[in-house]
């Protein structure tokens, strides 16, 4: 079993720049990899970045060149770096642990993760 909490969340100003972290306990997660997603609302939960157990990154579009997903091994965290921020990344915003250990490829999907934290709120202000 993991537990993730999510810290680093706040009020920021528009082209400003602020990192969420994400650390583990009960276990250590770096045989898996971490997503981070976000919520806004009345959307749906959004995948943002990834990072596999090796380190290989990946993001989708609307953050590619801002956000900058990182992880420390020996700290069992997963940081998300946020540049530039825009109003349009206000949400609440989620690290999820894959269900798969050692995954090569991409976890995009919801359904790839089997650990959640309870996420913390980013509002971005113009």
């Known amino acids: 079993q993991v537990q993730l909490v999510e810290s680093g969340g706040g009020l920021f100003q528009a082209g400003g720049s602020l990192r969420l972290s994400c650390a583990a306990s009960g276990r250590t997660f770096s045989t898996s990899g971490v997503g981070w997603f976000r919520q806004a609302p009345e959307k749906e939960r959004e995948f943002v970045a990834g990072?596999?157990?090796?380190?290989?990154?990946y993001y989708t579009d609307s953050v590619k060149g801002r956000f900058a997903i990182s992880r420390d091994y020996a700290k069992n965290t997963v940081y998300l770096q946020m540049n530039s921020l825009k109003p349009e990344d206000t949400a609440v915003y989620y690290c999820a642990a894959d269900r798969q250990t050692y995954r090569n490829g991409r976890a995009y999907s919801m359904s790839d993760y089997a650990y959640w934290g309870q996420g913390t709120q980013v509002t971005v202000s113009s």
């Open positions: 990072i596999n157990w090796s380190g290989s990154t």
